[in-house]
Each structure stands twice: as C-alpha cells, then as structure tokens.
C-alpha cells in the first residue's frame, strides 16, 4: 500500500538557521513527490515537486528538497530560516505505474521559526 | 488571475440541512478535486473529476455528491448535514490527471461548521 509520513508533527528553529522538515514514503514503482506549504486560513500552495532526474530539486522561497531512493525520504530544506516561512508543511506521493490516480498525503508538519 | 475560487468562505448549518459549497478555476485546468482537512488526519479525498463529465469516489466519498457542471466548476453537496461533516473543504484542481505528476492548485477553503 502506498503511504506518506512526516515523523515530527512540529519543528522549532531559529531564524536564520537551517531547516530541515522529513518525509518518508511507501510505493511501488517510481515515486511523483511533493511538497505543499499552508499559511493559516488559506489553501495549500505548491512548493515544489521530484519527478525524475536531478535527485535535488529547488522550489519557490528558496526551499529544495532531496530525493533518496535508498532511504525512501524527501526532505525539504532551506539553508537559512526566516519568521515568514512559519507555516504547516505538507509531503504528498503518487506513483507512476497503474492507474492509481490518487495523491497520498502526509499528515503536515508544523514549522515555527522564531525569531 | 484569480485561480481557484470557492464560495463560500464560512458556513454554518443545523444538522439535516443541505447546501451545495461551489469552486470554479479559470486555469483551463482539466482536473478537480474535492477534499477535507480534518486536524490530525490531513487532507482527505472526497471526490475528484478527471475531466469535464466524469467524477469518481475519493477516500471518504459518504454523505457527499458532486457535479462537474462545466470544465470551470465543480460543486459540492451535502444533503443531509451531520456533525461529523463539520471541517474545512478544499477545492484544487490540475491541468492535467495526477499520473502525469502535475501539481494541483487550492482554493482558500470553505469552513463548515454543523450544529
């Protein structure tokens, strides 16, 4: 069965450090994957996505994110945290084979920078 | 570019009632999806439409029925509201269906409230 988890329900840095929030998969065939960010009281905004090739991706407000088969995880970064990146965080998969059209959500991480 | 819109924003209900929750996008996309967010179970799948004049069941279809009525809209209905149907609904849709890894684009929600 296919299956996203994002172990840490919250993640605390400081501004200005780096972040790191985890997801972990579970599919067969090769994974689509995703990151989505939610700001309070607004729908999800896409962040950035893994599909094939360079195994680092870069996405929008300087995050990127990096595919590892081996470990089966795609987690997203960002070198340098600022306040305005609070927010809950979001892993979604889907895989390429069969006719499962269904993205699987992970349950979201709550990301609070301080300042 | 308003991409997509869901009316309306805040809804409350007394059990029973029904009402119909709408989303249009005007990103010529052909896909849409319905979901719910629930805390601490993420989003859940309530119904999608590929394309323009098919809809299929998503992970938690019961107590809900949808209309693609055009490439632009896609409602929701609730014909009997309980209190279990008490969350925030999100419309999304995607230019193109999920196995081709587009990414989707959300709607600000609508939170329904059932007394």
């Known amino acids: 069965a296919q299956s996203v988890a994002q172990p840490e329900d919250q993640v605390n840095v400081a501004e200005g450090n780096p972040l790191t929030v985890k997801c972990t998969y579970s599919?067969?065939?090769?994974?689509?994957l995703f990151w989505y960010v939610q700001y309070p009281n607004r729908g999800l905004q896409f962040l950035l996505k893994?599909?094939?090739?360079d195994n680092l991706v870069k996405g929008s407000y300087g995050f990127e994110a990096e595919f590892n088969k081996s470990q089966t995880s795609f987690h997203l970064k960002k070198p340098s945290a600022l306040v305005s990146d609070s927010a809950l965080y979001f892993c979604?998969?889907?895989?390429?084979?069969?006719?499962?059209?269904?993205?699987?959500w992970g349950l979201g991480t709550s990301l609070a920078v301080n300042p | 570019n308003a991409g997509v819109t869901q009316t309306p924003k805040f809804q409350v209900l007394k059990t029973g009632q029904s009402m119909t929750l709408q989303c249009a996008q005007d990103m010529n996309h052909n896909s849409m999806y319905w979901y719910r967010q629930d805390p601490g179970m993420g989003l859940r799948l309530i119904y999608y439409?590929?394309?323009?004049?098919?809809?299929d069941k998503g992970e938690v279809p019961n107590g809900y029925n949808v209309s693609r009525l055009n490439k632009r809209e896609f409602s929701l209905r609730l014909e009997s509201a309980a209190p279990s149907q008490t969350s925030v609904y999100f419309c999304?849709?995607?230019?193109?269906?999920?196995?081709?890894?587009?990414?989707?684009?959300f709607g600000d929600g609508t939170r329904l409230s059932i007394l």
């Open positions: 439409s590929a394309s323009e004049g098919t809809t």
């Open positions: 599919v067969s065939g090769n994974p689509y």
């Open positions: 999304a849709s995607s230019t193109r269906p999920d196995r081709e890894g587009q990414p989707q684009h």
């Open positions: 893994y599909i094939t090739g």
């Open positions: 979604a998969v889907r895989s390429n084979a069969g006719n499962n059209r269904k993205l699987i």
